[in-house]
Nanobody, 125 residues
Framework: VQLQASGGGLVQPGGSLRLSCAAS????????IGWFRQAPGKEREGVSC????????YYAESVKGRFTISRDRAKNTLYLQMNSLNPMDTAVYYC???????????????????WGQGTLVTVSS
């Protein structure tokens, strides 16, 4: 299982970015997979997740209505479309999955064993 995150960068408040997470060694339908982030001095937190069991998506309250998680099965790639970004979204973003999980509900960062390397998103004017 390997994950490669990309797409981070510097964006002004109100702007948009799309993060990508290329998966290899498994298919996106096999396990629950999600996006997490860690801001400086803060704990890693869940941002969004897709359950493999039913395709249900989950979002942190702080990003609902602004972020959209999706997956391209043909490219075996997970995406996170981020709109209306604000400085509070500044963080290193990671994609993660776990071979034991088919459902995201009730699980947090500590439950996911396989992580990509992270991509930095900076929202600043």
């Amino acid at each position: 299982v390997q994950l490669q995150a990309s797409g981070g960068g510097l964006v002004q408040p109100g702007g948009s970015l799309r993060l990508s997470c290329a998966a290899s060694g498994f298919t996106l339908d096999d396990y629950a997979i999600g996006w997490f982030r860690q801001a400086p001095g803060k704990e890693r937190e869940g941002v969004s997740c897709i359950s493999s069991s039913n395709g249900r998506t989950y979002y942190a309250e702080s990003v609902k209505g602004r972020f959209t998680i999706s997956r391209d099965r043909a490219k075996n790639t997970l995406y996170l479309q981020m709109n209306s970004l604000n400085p509070m979204d500044t963080a290193v973003y990671y994609c993660a999955t776990d071979q034991r999980l088919s459902d995201c509900s009730g699980y947090g960062p500590r439950d996911f064993a396989s992580w990509g390397q992270g991509t930095l998103v900076t929202v600043s004017s």
